[in-house]
């Protein structure tokens, strides 16, 4: 947890605004009749808080992280005009995926996305916030009047010789409205050999595309990386000799080439009605960004089985629940039995950071076991982790799945691929408990 939760803004706002930027002790909070500091302790500054404040000073311990979150924090409310700004940029920078600003009784806290982890970086202003608000409404093409319903808009935000489309949405929350922005990052680079496929997964995958017809299914739980690798497969098999629709909630990644719809609820387009209308206009290749109601899984498993080919995601945690789960929603057995031709499961997993992590020797199921952790850095932001790979299962499903057959969609190719990256001291003991205590071999 960060300190910057710490700072009491409306102490800091009594500072000059020449002053703060060359100062190397920073006020904190008033506790009685002392003022807690962090920083650097040095007569000029000290004096001049003492004189300021008509308060004894003391010194708060900080560690090098939390500091530069206070200082960035005192900067962003007392000497910034728009605060989003600075913040997207830094997100941007730190390769975050998602910006939250989360409104409580008297400030907005500013938490970033990185790596699948929540970390806080600032603390803004209730003042602050309600402008920012505004201006991010307005470019957002939202309704500024709106503050009780939930709304969804986009803006772009150009940094470092780069356009970046930024979607956002407001929720109205007990001490007002929560805003997240979705940075979405061009950048990506699509390739089945970033999919970090063993051997055989990757042959699997190979036969799964190669397959004329059918429903490929991607399994996982949020943020496991399942639209990525719809992507990676979409850009790897478009041609020019194909029809390639897809319908996504919404668009996240443009790919040449293909035809890609958003969904607009609004208008009254969703999975089911869009999924229709493409089966009209002669389609061969179909992506449905995510199965989750009774009607797109009943017409995607029947584009399948009338000699489709469909991509697409469903919640489940392995393989052998997407069976389960397509039952539920009303599609008969034996049709998802002969429409299912590959199906997918992953996670992304947390990966050390390689310039912070050391050797050490564990007690692992009774023998000793040299494994790697870390403590966290500059470069890693603190965080220990430098990023995450992901882990798959793939099942290619070449005949009438039998009973037997069923029951061997466990997640175990996942279970193996974890163990070795925590031998060859890529993922902590700690990630790899927490995986295997998520998991469940069914
Ligand atoms: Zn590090």
Do not use: W
């Not at 952790?373 to 992901?390: A, E, I």
């Amino acid at each position: 947890m960060s300190k910057v939760n710490l700072l009491d803004l409306d102490i800091i706002s009594k500072l000059p605004k020449n002053k703060i930027k060359d100062m190397k002790l920073y006020p904190v909070f008033i506790d009685k009749d002392t003022l807690a500091c962090v920083g650097s302790l040095n007569s000029e500054d000290l004096s001049y808080l003492k004189f300021l404040y008509n308060k004894e000073i003391i010194l708060k311990e900080c560690c090098f992280s939390d500091l530069n979150k206070i200082r960035d924090s005192i900067l962003l409310n007392e000497t910034v005009e728009k605060i989003e700004e600075i913040i997207i940029e830094k997100a941007i920078n730190l390769q975050s995926s998602d910006i939250h600003f989360e409104p409580f009784q008297d400030s907005i806290k500013v938490r970033f996305r990185i790596n699948g982890d929540l970390i806080t970086f600032f603390k803004i202003r209730k003042d602050k916030y309600k402008e920012m608000l505004s201006r991010i409404k307005i470019t957002g093409n939202m309704d500024m009047t709106e503050k009780r319903l939930p709304q969804d808009g986009k803006l772009k935000f150009d940094f470092n010789n780069k356009t970046y489309s930024i979607r956002v949405s407001t929720l109205p929350l007990v001490y007002g409205e929560k805003i997240v922005l979705r940075v979405l990052y061009k950048n990506h680079n699509y390739t089945i050999e970033g999919l970090n496929l063993e051997d055989s997964q990757r042959d699997n995958l190979t036969k799964i595309i190669n397959s004329k017809r059918g429903i490929v299914l991607i399994n996982g739980p949020t943020g496991s990386g399942k639209s990525s690798t719809l992507y990676t497969i979409l850009e790897s098999i478009k041609d020019t000799n194909t029809n390639i629709t897809t319908i996504e909630d919404p668009v996240e990644v443009i790919i040449e080439n293909i035809n890609q719809i958003s969904l607009d609820r609004k208008a009254g387009l969703d999975f089911s009605n869009g999924l229709r209308s493409i089966l009209r206009q002669d389609p061969d290749i179909l992506m449905v960004g995510e199965i989750r109601d009774e009607e797109t899984a009943k017409i995607a498993v029947r584009a399948a089985i009338t000699g489709h080919k469909v991509y697409t995601t469903i919640h489940t945690k392995s393989s052998k629940e997407v069976y389960y789960r397509l039952e539920e929603m009303g599609v008969e057995k034996y049709l998802i039995k002969d429409a299912i031709i590959g199906l997918v499961s992953q996670r992304l997993i947390k990966v050390l950071c390689n310039n912070c992590k050391v050797k050490e020797k564990v007690l692992f199921q009774n023998q000793e076991l040299e494994v790697c952790n870390s403590k966290g850095c500059l470069k890693c932001n603190f965080t220990g982790s430098s990023g995450r790979k992901l882990i798959s299962a793939v099942h290619y499903i070449d005949y009438f799945m039998t009973e037997e057959k069923l029951n061997n969609l466990s997640n175990k190719q996942m279970l193996e691929m974890v163990l070795s990256l925590l031998k060859k001291g890529e993922i902590s003991l700690d990630v790899y408990e927490d995986f295997i205590k998520g998991e469940y071999i069914i």
